[in-house]
């Protein structure tokens, strides 16, 4: 009820903003100091206002002023046929009037008409197109997102110069009016994954967007999973890629990021330089990435429960060693097993927020010296220290960042159940986790794709990448409206010997 | 109050082919790890025998419920509603879903105590109830969907188990089995009998029929559940038989589990401890089924939320584990359930096929 | 609603997490454990618990206790230690010969009862007092796992037939077998197989000195590897020579009412040591001969102390069980000392070393 009532305060609010009329506007603006208005008499008094700081100020000089200022015009649509700039337009809507001054255009009153023109004269500050951080690739294109959404766009089309790629722009946002533009191919894509994806965006209520990370949690499947339910990509060439393969993707303005859908959970571990290298190379480095994964989630709390349980199922060529290296720490190996994550958590945390040189030294000095010391001190065994550090290092080869995040994350939950209940405290906790991967969707398709439901089709690009002539159907998950990406028999041509 | 469901949103159906899992995953649980016992007791090196029969009898009453299914287009409780009227089918409706409910809570009982003898002796039963009820519960609102992956995934995930066979190669002997055939044929039936239990669950196919894509065309699907699992059985059995000598065998109360004691790799010693944690997914498929059969019944039958019924069953199953203490007691249910599920086998299920073929199978000729 | 169940459940994990726990270096593993008698009523317990160096040595710490059963011994050796005994690493059940020929199965049934134990640990029979044994010092590792090493080295090396706690229990409760397991003695500061015990039932009777432990294992496994045979030559020559391959085949004929046995037995060896000087066809034909021979009277020697004895370590029981309709155990036990059983032993020397 509360929230009803709020949202017809707002909607009230709007209302009146619409009955504003071209002076109240005028003398709102004038509160701010890089609001300016300048009086240019020629012939008829007109009079320009801009925001100097969207107006790009050597435009203005070069491109509107001195063809206003040149003769004398009888009306606005005269000077519209003068000005060598093809944005612009001539209103009376007071709607459309304040949202073109606050992105960069300036207005021409002719006296104190209601009606006049805009001309855009934006100053277009962004980041060059630089190379991907996140997901650097050895081979491969070298271009990364940046924040501007033309830019990003840009980078999109010229690599799929075709009619049917669409793009849909929405607005989100009450304050930032953040632009989301959302990139679909026509004949490809199924209008059912658009659709859901521009429904959920449409419906979201919020007043400011700083980052498409914003959007992504405002439109996952499920709101408390700690897996993210979508890929963001900083790689054109990635975006590309899953649009041809039928998925929807979406750009945020501002936001240097891709956001792809439906994903799956396979897909957090392929990296994109998967698709550069031999499917054989590229098949194996997938595998190892995903033993990588069961190894971090699952080693250290496997350590807890054989030294404080099943001490049975040590070999017994090990026992001896097991035994050395825990005989003077006075802590359990739980309490053990924590104080070496949360100094790896500590460590990572550290290196992220300081500058990369100093985060390098503060990594290799903190784990050199605080694992010696620990070591040395008695706090820690160093079979547990190698063991939580190639857990940390294997969390790392996740090639989606924020999975990576997940990963480290729910080895806590399975690390106290192994204290509590042994092995069968890690299996229960594995089939939680399989549960919510089970329940958890994407876009309302099956998160868990091709595992569950069992689709032997799409296993050709998960745990292993075959070869490109296998490739030849959209993956079932995307319900591709066209599922055929090339003719599989003339790709699989093979030549009869010397011929 | 709802309407009896006869028809399934399509959007809730799964693929046909998952039936397969769905037969099997259910029939592969906790009996397993110990249902040699009570079969090499009556026929020794011939127990592979009555796994064969008990096995075929299944697929027969698996090609009867098809064909019950066939007739009544719809589960097990619209089918009693249409051939027996509100009230008599109620009563069979309530029975049934008994039935699935118990197999629930016995298997998780008797998973129970395995954990309690080999792993934790002073395990809080009801803790860990509790915490399979909270999985249970946050799986099967998930919906049908969901309970399919568990069976699905709680049969290939733990598949890797099989190899550990191998791994006893070192101590069988394969003579052991030998002569074939050397018991009287009232022995080897009497033990199929024992043996039909360890098949027990695939009657939940009655509940969720409705659900699959193109039922009537599954069929084959089911069937290769079924037989997956006979040579499942088979194997185990088998292996059991070349590895223990028959005195010793009858010694042991988990077979399969004293196996896995003699297995050493090289990274780790007693694979039995692995063995029982990883059933942990093997049993999952199991009581999720059962409970979801018996919480869908209640739903078809007193026409209430399903959520309220399987938090009624998941609170009552809390209760029977707490109050089920000793193994004596346990063996007593199983015992009580193997006789109660040969008869409902043996004696409804034709029972059922026959009036069904009368009361609306001819009917529908008719049209 | 979901948030407090699951605070509520971890509150109910915290209080009832409380499971024993067995953490690896706060237990003390028994990796041995050994019988003697003292009296009708109680046993001499020894335990052998290995002492963990921080210079990757180990050594030994015995413990010794009198009980009329084990647990109570485990519980008044608890009482007099700062950590608990747990025997999941057991590696060596050891029993004094006196002990085993009273039967093994009323001081064995803890160790089958007992979840934690493995069925791989080594059961062996000593003539010496068990606990003087257990205490002795041999290696830098702790004596169990020295004793474990010890035969397990043997089993690989093909001198003593594969033997533990699973097949000794295979063979007691086998109804056409009977189990055997290794005597270990001490030696020069050494632990040594110096035979194997033979049982009847759960009782020992009778034992095989060290010398026809080949002979014994080609005759009771079915399939045998390595191991090093030395026969004389007529000649008095001494020939060594290595296993690479046995077969042991048993066929039995006139299954219901009498059977008569025939063991066969192939051999295929190489030539590792030779004390004459050339290997020519004449003498690898004697060679082989005599290595024939001397197997086949061992053979026939140690069957027919079985039958003496009737003890059938071999198995001939099963072999007729499992091709015979009408088995009956009683039966088979009054047939089978007068069973007529013959030895059949056929060498191929297939290589001679890099010298002729």
């Known amino acids: ?499 | 109050m709802k309407e009896l469901q006869r028809q399934i949103n399509p959007k809730y159906k799964v693929s046909g082919s998952l039936a397969f899992f769905l037969i099997c995953s259910i029939q592969i649980g906790v009996g397993v790890l110990g249902f040699q016992t009570s079969i090499v007791e009556r026929v020794g090196n011939d127990s592979w025998i009555p796994v064969l029969l008990a096995g075929l009898m299944i697929h027969f009453l698996i090609w009867m419920i098809y064909k019950i299914l066939k007739f009544g287009n719809g589960d097990l409780i619209t089918i009693h509603y249409d051939v027996f009227g509100r009230w008599i089918g109620g009563l069979f409706s309530f029975v049934w879903i008994i039935y699935f409910w118990t197999i629930g809570v016995i298997v998780l009982r008797t998973y129970l105590q395995v954990i309690q003898v080999w792993m934790f002796q002073e395990i809080n039963i009801i803790v860990v109830t509790l915490i399979f009820s909270l999985l249970l519960y946050y799986l099967i609102t998930g919906g049908f969907r969901v309970v399919v992956g568990v069976c699905f995934l709680g049969t290939v995930i733990p598949s890797y188990l099989i190899f550990s066979l191998f791994y006893t190669m070192d101590y069988t002997n394969f003579k052991r089995l030998l002569p074939v055939w050397n018991h009287s044929t009232t022995d080897i039936l009497l033990a199929t009998q024992e043996m039909t239990f360890s098949f027990i669950g695939f009657t939940v196919l009655l509940m969720y029929y409705p659900y699959l894509k193109k039922a009537n065309k599954t069929k084959l699907w089911g069937h290769g559940g079924n037989f997956l699992t006979l040579c499942l059985y088979i194997i185990i059995m088998v292996f059991s038989l070349a590895y223990y000598t028959k005195g010793h065998l009858l010694r042991q109360k988990w077979p399969t589990l004293t196996m896995w004691k003699s297995i050493e790799l090289p990274f780790v010693e007693r694979f039995e401890y692995i063995g029982i944690s990883s059933w942990a997914l093997i049993i999952l498929p199991n009581i999720c089924l059962a409970f979801w059969a018996a919480s869908r019944g209640a739903r078809q039958l007193f026409r209430f939320s399903q959520r309220k019924a399987l938090i009624i069953m998941l609170s009552l199953n809390l209760l029977a584990n707490y109050l089920i203490k000793t193994q004596k007691e346990i063996e007593t249910i199983n015992k009580l359930l193997s006789q109660f599920a040969f008869y409902l086998f043996l004696i409804y299920i034709p029972f059922l096929f026959i009036f069904s073929y009368l009361r609306l199978g001819r009917r529908k000729q008719h049209d | 609603m979901i948030k407090k169940w699951i605070s509520l459940l971890l509150i109910l994990l915290l209080l009832t997490g409380c499971l024993k726990k067995n953490i690896l270096d706060d237990v003390r593993l028994v990796t041995a454990i050994g019988y003697d008698p003292i009296n009708t009523e109680e046993l001499k317990i020894t335990t052998v618990v290995p002492l963990f160096r921080s210079d990757q040595s180990t050594s030994s710490e015995t413990h010794t206790d009198i009980a009329n059963i084990t647990t109570e011994g485990n519980k008044k050796m608890d009482n007099m230690s700062s950590k608990p005994f747990v025997k999941g690493k057991l590696e060596v059940i050891l029993y004094n010969k006196k002990l085993a020929e009273k039967g093994l199965l009323p001081i064995i049934d803890l160790l089958v009862r007992d979840p934690s134990i493995g069925t791989r640990a080594f059961l062996a029979i000593s003539d010496e007092e068990v606990n003087q044994l257990l205490s002795g010092q041999y290696s830098s590792q702790d004596n169990g796992m020295y004793i474990a090493d010890m035969i397990n080295q043997n089993i690989e090396l093909g001198l003593t037939p594969k033997m533990n706690l699973h097949l000794w229990l295979n063979g007691f409760y086998a109804e056409g077998s009977d189990p055997y397991a290794p005597i270990i003695n001490t030696y020069n500061q050494n632990v040594k197989i110096t035979g194997i015990a033979l049982f009847k039932d759960d009782k020992m009777v009778s034992d095989l000195p060290s010398d026809s432990l080949f002979t014994f294992k080609t005759l009771v496994q079915p399939k045998t590897k390595r191991g090093i045979f030395t026969a004389e030559l007529d000649n008095k020559e001494v020939v060594a020579i290595y296993k690479v391959n046995g077969k042991r085949t048993i066929k039995v004929k006139n299954i219901e009412q009498s059977p008569t046995i025939k063991v066969d037995i192939k051999l295929y060896g190489i030539i590792k040591e030779f004390s004459g000087e050339v290997v020519n066809d004449k003498i690898m034909h004697q060679i082989e001969k005599s290595i024939e021979d001397k197997i086949k009277t061992q053979a026939s020697e140690m069957i027919s102390q079985f039958q003496e004895l009737n003890i059938d370590p071999v198995g001939f029981g099963e072999e007729i069980r499992s091709k015979s309709r009408s088995w009956n155990q009683q039966q088979w036990n009054d047939k089978y000392p007068d069973c007529e059983i013959t030895v059949n032993v056929d060498v191929t020397i297939t290589e001679t070393g890099i010298v002729n």
């Open chain 1, 1 to 499: 009820m509360k929230f009803l009532k709020r949202f017809q305060k707002s909607n009230q609010k709007q209302q009146s903003e619409v009955d504003q009329t071209l002076p109240d506007l005028i003398k709102q603006f004038e509160g701010s100091k890089d609001f300016k208005q300048s009086n240019i008499i020629v012939g008829q008094p007109m009079t320009l206002y801009y925001f100097s700081s969207l107006v790009d100020d050597a435009a203005l000089q070069r491109d509107v002023l001195p063809y206003i200022q040149k003769k004398e015009f009888q009306n606005l649509e005269e000077i519209k046929n003068t000005i060598p700039i093809e944005a612009s337009e001539i209103t009376n809507d007071i709607r459309t009037i304040q949202n073109k001054i606050l992105t960069g255009y300036c207005m021409l009153q002719l006296k104190h008409n209601e009606t006049v023109l805009l001309i855009k004269v934006k100053k277009e500050k962004s980041r060059k197109v630089s190379i991907p951080e996140v997901e650097f690739t050895v081979v491969g294109p070298k271009e990364a997102f940046v924040e501007s959404l033309d830019t990003n766009l840009n980078l999109i089309r010229k690599r799929l110069p075709i009619p049917e790629l669409r793009v849909d722009e929405l607005t989100v946002g009450k304050l930032t009016k953040t632009k989301v533009a959302i990139l679909s191919i026509e004949g490809i894509t199924n209008e059912e994954n658009l659709n859901t994806l521009k429904q959920r965006i449409e419906d979201i209520e919020i007043d400011s967007i700083i980052d498409s990370s914003y959007i992504v949690q405002l439109i996952s499947d499920n709101h408390h999973s700690p897996f993210p339910q979508l890929v963001d990509t900083e790689r054109p060439d990635r975006v590309v890629a899953v649009l041809s393969e039928g998925k929807v993707a979406f750009l945020v303005d501002g936001a240097p990021h891709g956001i792809i859908g439906p994903t799956t959970l396979v897909e957090f571990f392929s990296a994109f330089e998967d698709y550069f290298l031999n499917w054989i190379v590229a098949s194996i480095f997938r595998l190892i990435r995903l033993f990588a994964v069961m190894f971090s989630i699952l080693v250290t709390p496997i350590y807890v429960a054989v030294l404080t349980y099943h001490y049975e199922m040590i070999p017994k060529d090990l026992l001896g060693v097991l035994v050395t290296s825990r005989r003077e720490i006075p802590l359990p190996p739980i309490l053990e097993a924590i104080f070496l994550e949360l100094a790896i958590e500590l460590l990572r945390e550290a290196g992220a927020r300081l500058p990369t040189k100093v985060g390098q030294t503060i990594g290799i000095v903190g784990g050199i010296v605080i694992g010696t010391a620990s070591v040395e001190a008695g706090l820690t065994s160093n079979v547990l220290l190698i063991i939580v550090a190639l857990a940390a290092l294997a969390s790392f080869t996740t090639p989606v960042y924020k999975m990576g995040n997940t990963i480290r994350l729910i080895r806590f939950p399975f690390l106290f159940m192994a204290h509590f209940w042994g092995l069968l405290g890690v299996s229960i906790s594995f089939c939680f986790v399989m549960a919510h991967l089970l329940r958890l969707t994407s876009l309302g398709r099956p998160f868990l794709e091709p595992i569950f439901p069992p689709r032997v089709n799409d296993l050709k690009d998960a745990f292993v990448r075959l070869p490109w002539s296998f490739q030849s159907k959209r993956p079932i998950e995307t319900q591709a409206q066209d599922t055929i990406r090339f003719n599989q028999k003339k790709a699989k041509q093979k030549k009869e010997i010397d011929e």
